[in-house]
């Protein structure tokens, strides 16, 4: 919703200092991507709790594609801008097998809010200028 609220404010002229994003979905196919992109992106910052599933919907295959600058949180919560495909991937493993045999699964545990916050408040992601 925040997504679109801006894409809205930016056809109507409205200003937009900045939109930080946390778990989200994909909202819009690549013309709109590409056309937020032009204006938002410099100013968008789409934040990823490691295996967070809700940022994976709706699929690329789907038509869909995300907006911004995205920064992810590893799987033990620092907050990484190299966004290396082989590290993601990497970091998302890791996150799974720590998860084994625990309660709940990882990629909606990974949604909670609370634990954007607690990643947000780590010591070493807060020296991060994102944050």
Do not use: C
Request: hydrophobic residues 35%; without cysteine.
């Amino acid at each position: 919703m925040a997504t679109l609220t801006v894409a809205t404010f930016g056809e109507k002229a409205k200003p937009v200092h900045g939109l930080y994003t946390f778990g989200q979905p994909r909202v819009g196919g690549k013309t709109f991507a590409r056309n937020f992109n032009l204006e938002f992106q410099s100013r968008t910052f789409r934040f990823v709790n490691n295996n967070d599933v809700v940022t994976r919907v709706p699929t690329r295959a789907m038509g869909y594609r995300h907006v911004g600058q995205v920064l992810v949180f590893d799987s033990v919560g620092k907050l990484q801008t190299d966004l290396h495909f082989w590290n993601n991937l990497v970091n998302r493993v890791v996150g799974r097998i720590e998860d084994l045999g625990k309660p709940g699964t990882d990629g909606i545990k990974d949604h909670s809010m609370a634990r954007y916050v607690k990643n947000l408040e780590r010591k070493d992601n807060q020296r991060n200028p994102y944050v």
